[in-house]
């Protein structure tokens, strides 16, 4: 296929304001000034030799590569990115649990019909009080279905959701429809223990007017660890020699971007063919989606492409000159409905962007599974489901450990390990790093079969693996990354408790000596955690453990800039000693003139930002004790939590301000939470900045 009808001038403004900094010893103080350029101006349009092959596609459309899997040995067809050939239906295989008898058909039906009659008597009747005991005893009756008729359940539960006015129609088909979340739900109910604790983190995530969050189950800590923490634990001296890291998360690419469509859509994924304004009349376009992308949609090729353009001249790195290495801290695919989704859809956005990656980047990515990186979204299977049920998921792990591979990120051990730990791996790297990656859909509350065995913390083997990994790390003296994607903590809204009480224990015991950092994505913001000591019980500069780093996301959804960040690390501690974070500002998106791509600014350097307010010395590096020390100039001086939300949205003009007390407060409570249990404490409302602010003054 011939490249694509728009060509590029090839005209690139780099505007020099610092000296390009070279990898190399720091003296008497860490660095200072800016990486690379100040700014880049990323060429128009579209760089085609970014692929090697395209499809046709209609002027003033981005180009749709003719992308070849190399692991599935497939080029993807053209309709399945085409913008204006959206699918409706996922076409994948769906899994259901083994039924425990051999029912007929017509036996099958006469289940269901029993089953729905007595749940809506639970439902209206007034022999059960109060809406947690309705829905747990609507669950109890429910199981026999999934047990004796598991395919006639998906169908029986849109009838029930839209029946009972759960929801509207077409968001009971979208949730519960077996293509979609249906048959994941039919797993759930057949194999859950619905009349106890799973029955009640499955009501409340159905609705907390149903039954409130349940907190922290007790951890049994016996025999959790080989070893007791050693009571001397030396760290490795710094070498004194800084290498440039990159930091990316979230691309979430969308190859069915449409240019021209609404970008000001009332639901669903905007800057789409089907994206309507239900305000406006039909026909009509009120914000038309431009070519670089808009606060409200995923990243068009065009911008994702910019911001990787970016990285070298404002990173003052090259192929001569590399990255030591990036982290990419998950999520890939579009936000788009379940009806839309795919295998092949993720497969090629897993392709495409770990292609995109490996050209545009230097030196090896480690990336990290996100919730969107998977189908149906956000779900994984444990191992120790029965049957087929516990390898549902294979086919993703194999793709994505045979890409890594393939890239030459991993070698077959590590492909070996991520086949087997849920794309999950356990690398050291050329300098010396241990970076472990873990799927943190196990503890994220939207992965449905996460509510199986809920008193467990850890069913899939997640966090036995890991506990393994730093064991053997320790042991070996060598320091470790940990990556993933769903932060551990912040608000607490995300994750569920169990897990992430177990994980804040393992941060803690293999603390500050083994694991020097800790890297999220997954809210798209710039945001910061810290773990403490003791389960975070006193929080203060000499029990502050480890930073938790959440990167800023490439996609501007939801209104918010496109940003990266780049790190200074040393060598021999794998300490970071500085942080510096670029964004596009997309407000400007609609307004560029044809001969130019969007601007990458510098945005700040963590250092100089923080460094002063919290006193930190030019020397030390930026760690917990650092994070804490400026948690507590925050307290003094509420300018610096103005600063800091400025920079949560990567400066848009959509973040609403932080200036009241209990916002000031809120974020402080945040970034010292490292857990669910520790962020559920903190006042509620103040987490985002992608929306006006839930919580009042
Ligand atoms: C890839 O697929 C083609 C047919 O599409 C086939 O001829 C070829 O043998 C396959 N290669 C591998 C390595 O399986
Ligand atoms: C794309 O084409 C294939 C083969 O013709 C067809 O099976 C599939 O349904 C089409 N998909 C879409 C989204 O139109
Ligand atoms: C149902 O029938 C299948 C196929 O004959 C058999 O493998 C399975 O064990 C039976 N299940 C039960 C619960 O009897
Ligand atoms: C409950 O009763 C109302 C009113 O009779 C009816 O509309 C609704 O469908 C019933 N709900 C269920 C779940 O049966
Ligand atoms: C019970 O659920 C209904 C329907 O969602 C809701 O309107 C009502 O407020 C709930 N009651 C309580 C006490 O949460
Ligand atoms: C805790 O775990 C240990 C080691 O696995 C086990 O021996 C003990 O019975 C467990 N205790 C409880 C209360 O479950
Ligand atoms: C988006 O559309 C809504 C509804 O028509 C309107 O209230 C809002 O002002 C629009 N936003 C923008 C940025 O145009
Ligand atoms: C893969 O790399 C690891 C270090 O991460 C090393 O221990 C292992 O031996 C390597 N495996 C192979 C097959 O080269
Ligand atoms: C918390 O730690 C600080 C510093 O080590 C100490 O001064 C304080 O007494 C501790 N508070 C509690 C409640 O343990
Ligand atoms: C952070 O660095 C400072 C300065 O080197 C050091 O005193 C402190 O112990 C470090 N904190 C941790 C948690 O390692
Ligand atoms: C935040 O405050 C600044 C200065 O007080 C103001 O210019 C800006 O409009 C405010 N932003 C929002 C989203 O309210
Ligand atoms: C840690 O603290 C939380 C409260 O923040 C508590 O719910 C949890 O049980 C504690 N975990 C352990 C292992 O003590």
Not at 15 to 36: D, K
Not at 418 to 427: M, P
Not at 552 to 574: C, H, I, K, M
Request: glycine share 8%.
């Amino acid at each position: 296929m011939s490249a694509a009808a728009r060509t590029s001038p090839l005209q690139v403004i780099i505007v020099f304001t610092a000296a390009i900094m070279a990898i190399g010893r720091y003296g008497g103080g860490a660095s200072t000034g800016i990486p690379g350029v100040s700014s880049f101006v990323a060429p128009a349009g579209y760089p085609t030799s970014a692929f090697s092959s395209y499809y046709p596609s209609p002027s003033g459309q981005e180009p749709q590569p003719a992308l070849y899997d190399p692991v599935l040995n497939i080029t993807f067809p053209r309709n399945l990115t085409n913008p204006d050939t959206l699918p409706d239906n996922d076409p994948d295989p769906v899994y259901y649990p083994q039924p425990i008898a051999n029912l007929s058909v017509a036996a099958q039906q006469a289940v269901i019909k029993s089953i729905l009659a007595e749940v809506s008597e639970i439902i209206n009747g007034s022999s059960i009080q109060g809406n947690c005991s309705k829905c747990i005893a609507a669950l109890s009756v429910a199981k026999s279905a999934a047990q004796l008729a598991p395919s006639l359940v998906p169908a029986a539960m849109v009838a029930l959701c839209t029946s009972s006015g759960f929801h509207s129609a077409s968001t009971c088909a979208e949730d519960f429809e077996a293509s979609t979340f249906g048959a994941i739900w039919t797993q759930v109910l057949g194999l859950a223990d619905v009349a106890g604790l799973d029955g009640q983190y499955i009501c409340s995530s159905l609705s907390t007017s149903f039954c409130p969050a349940p907190g922290v189950s007790p951890l049994n800590m016996t025999g959790l660890f080989p070893k007791p923490k050693p009571a001397n634990a030396k760290k490795p001296k710094a070498s004194g020699k800084l290498v440039k890291v990159l930091h990316m998360s979230d691309f979430h690419l969308d190859p069915r971007y449409k240019v021209g469509s609404e970008s000001n859509c009332s639901s669903g994924l905007c800057c789409r063919s089907n994206a309507l304004n239900t305000a406006i009349p039909a026909g009509h376009v009120s914000n038309s989606a431009p070519l670089y992308g808009a606060f409200t949609c995923d990243t068009p090729y065009d911008l994702g492409l910019a911001a990787l353009q970016a990285v070298g001249p404002m990173t003052g790195t090259r192929k001569s000159n590399p990255l030591a290495w990036t982290v990419y801290t998950g999520d890939l695919v579009s936000h788009e409905s379940q009806n839309e989704l795919s295998r092949l859809y993720a497969e090629y956005e897993e392709d495409s962007i770990y292609g995109m990656l490996k050209t545009y980047l230097t030196g090896p990515v480690y990336p990290a599974l996100g919730n969107h990186d998977t189908n149906p979204e956000a779900i994984d299977a444990p191992h120790s489901l029965p049957g087929p049920l516990g390898t549902q998921f294979s086919w993703n792990y194999d793709h994505v450990a045979g890409l890594w591979q393939h890239e030459g990120w991993l070698n077959s051990t590590g492909a070996e390990q991520a086949r087997l730990h849920y794309g999950g791996y356990s690398v050291k790297n050329q300098y010396g790093l241990r970076v472990i990656t873990i799927n943190t859909d196990f503890w994220y509350k939207a992965n449905f079969l996460n509510y199986i065995n809920t008193a467990d913390s850890d069913v899939s083997g997640t966090f036995a693996f890991l506990i393994q990994e730093l064991q053997a790390a320790e042991d070996a003296g060598e320091r470790v990354w940990i990556v993933g994607h769903v932060l551990s903590g912040w608000d607490g809204s995300n994750p569920l408790p169990n897990p992430t009480n177990l994980f804040y224990q393992i941060v803690d015991r293999y603390s500050p000596h083994v694991i020097a950092n800790i890297f999220f994505g997954h809210t798209h913001e710039d945001q910061q955690m810290i773990y403490y000591a003791n389960n975070g019980t006193n929080q203060s500069l000499s029990t502050a453990l480890t930073p938790g780093w959440i990167g800023p996301s490439v996609t501007p959804l939801n209104n918010l800039n496109s940003g990266f960040r780049l790190y200074e690390v040393d060598t021999a501690t794998f300490d970071i000693y500085e942080a510096y974070t670029f964004y596009a500002n997309v407000s400007a998106f609609p307004s560029l003139p044809s001969t130019q791509g969007p601007t990458y600014n510098f945005e700040y350097s963590t250092r100089a930002t923080y460094g002063p307010a919290a006193k930190w010395p030019a020397d030390a590096p930026l760690n917990a004790t650092f994070w804490h020390a400026v948690t507590e100039a925050m307290e003094a001086d509420h300018s610096l939590v103005s600063t800091f939300n400025t920079l949560q949205g990567k400066m848009s003009v959509r973040t609403p301000n932080c200036t009241c007390e209990a916002c000031v407060d809120a974020k402080i409570c945040y970034i010292r939470s490292g857990s669910v249990a520790l962020g559920r404490a903190c006042p509620q409302g103040w987490g985002s900045v992608q929306s006006p602010y839930k919580a009042k003054c």
